[in-house]
């Protein structure tokens, strides 16, 4: 065999990089390197164990030591295994030595006293039923070993291998069944979720979105496009191929692509006769595909029976005389291999060689510019989906409408079991789950604080960027996605990916599904899609704020006098229409004028908003306070009869009473006059409600001030003329 002279290559392979954790979870470490040293020393233990040193009458210092390393190494393990978010080295650690631990006592006890198998047939149940068969197997496995060497001592190998192949048996059976029973439950669980949480399930927010042109850039629509490409792409090749079997006038010429990640080069496309096999692989470590990566050159073989008479992509044997190799190279890196051959040996000895490279460049050439098609199709598709959202995202007013579209748009990307979007409070301190889907429909209104260990809690807290767990289940250390409370083995992948605005998370969408759920083109798109409707998001909020600036007053930060006019007649519209009642609570603090006489209307103001939060602090939740005008105030109070009412006012009353106001070094007073009225009992309409609880207010300051009036107290006495003042 002649060979040219070869070139060197040099191989640059990426560095691996690791998906990088949250700080959170670092600290982990030392609780590692600890369970490691437990399971060293109960490996050294074992290696003692098979020796029975505690069998018979042992020396005195294999009494006391045996069972103080076994002592430590038990508590030690129990104590590791007992912390949260352990992971599977520490329960491993805690069940060898439980393992240890019945085995010494068997020792003990000697073999006419109680036996210890039951005790560890109940360990090797546990383990097998609590934890991954690979576990479980790996006990009943090391209880087997301790059972034979027991056995070589007592002499009783029937009963030591009946019991080494009944504990694996065991586990294998319990294994399997606690498997099916976990699919079981998760198909179950899937279809449950469907039926009552499925996507459809939108219209409780209003009309469902629009289906998004998303679904173009989901895994099943690009490996359709990419079959179109692949078959393309086959006939370019086929063509090239042909055409250098022409050229070098070869008996075959074939194309091999590489695939490093299998390590086998597979033929895809071939001139030849029909003994060419047209589903042949070459592993990467045999001639000629080895050579040509190796040293990314020419191969050349004449008269080499060893490799010519047994070529993999024959059917059958074929006499081949001379073969031909040539890298087809792309941006410097070997990406398959040209092959021609031919039945006479000493052949391509002319200019073959030449024209087989050229071919080689144009291979190179032809998918270089299929893969670049690829890539621009796959690019402008997905330019052209995420305008198509981004526009209906523009176009939202309202909270409710982007989540709707934000969720419509992963689903149609990808297929995922439930998702949630989550909403980080001004303060930063807590989040809200304001949409969901799927079984996080269940946790849907609920707060979270940002300082309980979940995961959104950390990607609220923390993430940048979006953040993809494949194998929650693996996770060194495992959270809930989204409450405390959720439950285990709610989702095997979690792709998390924030809404980030201005530097800060206003919130993140969370995406639940099975493992490979989730991919590049996905995380990508999302993040895109995140970016743009937290910007939305934005100013959505922002324009809410504006609109709550608008209906408040600004001094006290109550609802103002028309925001309650608006309120009220809404309040009579629904309790008309649930036939209910509520009653109206009208307050005027006394002698305002005069503490504004004396003490300044800097004071009067300090008065007013000291009034003003005592009246919120003491209101029911869903009761509506605001200022009426100057220092008076109202209260709605939904579902309140006249008692009910007047109950409220007196504690309001005493609050105020109570509460002092304290204004540059001085210490006032402020006391107020209720009046109380109900609807529909006190007038049917607005006005007539208003001046009802506005007369059992003026009957107040006319009986003494700092007192709750109800105005069915008044009847036609109620009315009466000149207000006093104050």
Same mark, same amino acid.
């Given at each position: ?154 002499? =009783? ?283 996080? =429909? ?35 250390? =495992? ?9 285990? $083995? ?83 519209? $629904? ?152």
């Amino acid at each position: 065999m002649a060979e040219p002279e070869t070139r060197g290559r040099a191989e640059d392979r990426p560095a691996a990089t690791g998906r990088s954790r949250p700080a959170a979870l670092r600290d982990s470490r030392r609780r590692r390197r600890a369970a490691e040293g437990a399971l060293l020393l109960a490996a050294v233990l074992f290696l003692a164990a098979a020796f029975r040193p505690l069998a018979g009458h042992p020396h005195w210092a294999t009494r006391v030591a045996f069972p103080m390393l076994l002592a430590f190494g038990m508590g030690g393990s129990a104590l590791i295994a007992s912390l949260k978010h352990k992971g599977w080295l520490e329960q491993v650690a805690f069940y060898c030595f439980l393992l240890l631990g019945f085995d010494a006592l068997g020792q003990i006890l000697g073999p006419g006293s109680w036996p210890v198998w039951p005790l560890v047939m109940l360990l090797v149940a546990g383990v097998a039923t609590a934890e991954t068969p690979r576990i479980g197997l790996g006990i009943a496995g090391l209880a087997s070993l301790l059972a034979l060497a027991d056995a070589n001592l007592t002499g =009783r190998w029937q009963q030591g291998a009946a019991a080494a192949l009944a504990y694996p048996a065991l586990a294998a059976l319990l294994g399997r069944a606690v498997a099916d029973d976990r699919r079981r439950l998760e198909r179950a669980l899937t279809e449950v979720a469907k039926m009552r949480h499925g996507i459809d399930q939108f219209e409780e927010w209003g009309e469902e979105p629009k289906a998004t042109d998303l679904s173009q850039v989901s895994e099943e629509k690009r490996r359709a496009r990419r079959l179109d490409h692949d078959s393309s792409a086959a006939r370019s090749l086929e063509a090239i191929v042909a055409l250098a079997r022409r050229a070098v006038s070869a008996h075959t010429v074939a194309y091999f692509a590489v695939d490093r990640d299998r390590d086998l080069a597979f033929l895809k496309a071939a001139a030849g006769p029909e003994t060419v096999l047209p589903d042949a692989a070459i592993p990467l470590g045999a001639d000629p595909i080895a050579f040509v990566l190796d040293r990314d050159t020419s191969f050349y073989a004449t008269a080499y029976d060893r490799l010519l008479q047994a070529l993999p992509y024959y059917r059958g044997s074929v006499r081949i005389g001379t073969l031909l190799a040539v890298p087809v190279s792309a941006a410097g890196v070997a990406v398959g291999v040209l092959v021609a051959d031919q039945l006479e040996v000493q052949a391509f000895t002319g200019r073959e060689p030449e024209l087989l490279e050229a071919f080689a460049a144009l291979l190179a050439e032809s998918l270089s510019h299929s893969k670049a098609a690829v890539s621009r199709e796959e690019r402008t598709v997905e330019l052209g989906a995420l305008a198509n959202v981004s526009a209906q995202l523009a176009e939202q007013v309202e909270r409710r409408g982007v989540y709707r579209l934000l969720l419509r748009a992963a689903h149609d990307l990808v297929a995922f079991e439930s998702a949630a979007i989550l909403r980080a409070d001004e303060a930063e301190t807590r989040y809200t789950l304001e949409a969901a889907t799927g079984w996080a =429909r269940g946790f849907k209104g609920r707060e979270v604080a940002l300082s309980e260990r979940t995961w959104g809690a950390w990607v609220l807290r923390s993430a940048q960027e979006p953040y993809l767990l494949d194998d929650l289940a693996g996770a060194e250390q =495992r959270m809930p996605i989204l409450a405390l409370d959720e439950g285990g $083995r709610r989702a095997q992948s979690l792709l998390a990916v924030p809404l980030r605005s201005s530097n800060t998370n206003l919130g993140a969408l969370m995406l639940m599904g099975r493992r490979g759920t989730f991919d590049a083109t996905a995380n990508r798109v999302l993040k895109i899609l995140a970016n743009q409707a937290a910007a939305v998001l934005r100013t959505i909020w922002l324009v809410e704020q504006r609109t709550e600036l608008a209906v408040r007053d600004g001094l006290t930060g109550l609802y103002n006098r028309r925001s309650f006019n608006d309120l009220l007649g809404r309040a009579i519209a $629904r309790e008309e229409r649930q036939s209910g009642r509520f009653a109206l609570m009208m307050l005027d603090l006394d002698h305002f004028k005069k503490l504004n006489d004396t003490h300044g209307h800097p004071a009067g103001d300090e008065a007013l908003r000291v009034a003003s939060r005592a009246i919120e602090g003491n209101l029911r939740r869903g009761d509506v306070a605001a200022r009426y005008g100057g220092e008076e105030f109202v209260a709605i109070l939904p579902g309140a009869d006249e008692e009910g009412g007047v109950a409220q006012a007196e504690r309001v009353r005493r609050a105020l009473a109570e509460t002092p106001v304290a204004f540059e070094g001085a210490r006032m007073a402020i006391t107020a006059s209720f009046g109380v009225a109900v609807w529909p009992e006190g007038g049917e309409g607005a006005p007539a409600l208003v001046e009802a609880a506005d007369r059992a207010l003026y009957a107040a300051k006319q009986r003494g001030r700092n007192r709750v009036v109800a105005a069915s107290s008044l009847g036609l006495a109620g009315s009466g003329s000149g207000e006093p003042a104050g």
